[in-house]
């Protein structure tokens, strides 16, 4: 009951924060440089003529107020209809929806590899503190961190796709072309978990509970597991909560390389376009998403150590 509480408590802050983070999309839309009409020409291939820009303007409603350009835009805005895309005169929603999915799974897929070896690397580490395997992750750990994304992807297709062959280059088909894009975008967060849970794992391995553990002769691989792990994985589960959303936001340079039809890639290319009803779709959904896996990480925080319940 008392999680439910404070979960429709977040969800009813989402009305005013939605609020703003709307007004700021429209208004910086509208301050990029370059002409949304000059644009929706060029992708129709009409001349730039005056008359052309000026009817360009008209039917796109941009010789409106701004003000009154933002009301329609809101009051459709409330039922996710985000109107119609400048370019390819579809609808934005489906737009979205379409490349939220395919984020999603590329996502997921990252954070299966992220879970699968960060949690194995912090625990060893933690438990072998000092060693020669400690010191091994340390070292995987700092250059995993100092890979980023642009350099670590190019490299990977050059080795995996050219001259190995191993693997598709570029677009979207079975679960090889998940692969490359998956590794590009997990291995930073993977250095950036390992150390996060090791680093937890040290500070709670030597408290009270663990040592009368120890004395009623628990086994330490089970006090480990069974009891340190637990309240160690909350630092690293906030953390991840805080990071899945830059994840998503991030995943641009990823989906250009690799040609990933994702949010990132339709964002690049929606700004080159001046497409603005795409690029103000796009970044309220991602405000949405920095706020429910905020929430959803939070609940699981409190699930994990049920003590945080007495201050909600």
């Not at 390992?194 to 040592?211: A, M, P, Q, Y």
């Amino acid at each position: 009951m008392i999680l439910l509480k404070y979960a429709i408590k977040r969800l009813l802050l989402l009305i005013p924060i939605l609020f703003l983070v709307s007004v700021v999309a429209f208004g910086l839309v509208r301050m990029m440089p370059g002409s949304a009409e000059m644009a929706y020409l060029q992708a129709a291939g009409i001349p730039p003529s005056e008359a052309a820009l000026q009817s360009a303007s008209q039917e796109l409603g941009l010789d409106r107020p701004v003000y009154v350009q933002y009301l329609e835009w809101i009051q459709k805005a409330v039922r996710l209809d985000f109107g119609t895309s400048y370019i390819n005169n579809k609808e934005v929603k489906l737009e979205l929806l379409g490349a939220f999915k395919n984020t999603m799974q590329l996502a997921g897929c990252s954070t299966l590899i992220i879970l699968i070896i960060s949690i194995p690397m912090g625990v060893l580490s933690a438990v072998r503190v000092d060693k020669e395997l400690d010191n091994i992750n340390r070292i995987l750990a700092f250059l995993g961190s100092s890979m980023p994304s642009f350099w670590l992807g190019p490299l990977l297709v050059q080795l995996f796709c050219l001259r190995l062959g191993w693997l598709p280059v570029q677009g979207m088909g079975d679960w090889k072309n998940l692969i490359l894009p998956s590794i590009t975008m997990a291995v930073l967060y993977i250095a950036t978990y390992s150390r996060c849970l090791r680093n937890s794992l040290l500070e709670n391995i030597n408290k009270r509970f663990v040592t009368y553990s120890r004395a009623r002769g628990i086994p330490e691989k089970k006090i480990v597991m069974n009891h340190v792990l637990r309240t160690s994985l909350i630092p690293a589960v906030t953390t991840f909560g805080v990071n899945f959303g830059h994840m998503m936001a991030g995943t641009a340079v990823v989906e250009v390389l690799f040609s990933w039809p994702g949010l990132g890639r339709l964002c690049v290319s929606s700004v080159g376009s001046r497409d603005f009803p795409m690029i103000q779709g796009y970044i309220v959904v991602m405000a949405l998403v920095f706020i429910l896996v905020n929430l959803i990480t939070d609940l699981i925080t409190v699930a994990l150590d049920p003590r945080m319940r007495e201050s909600l």
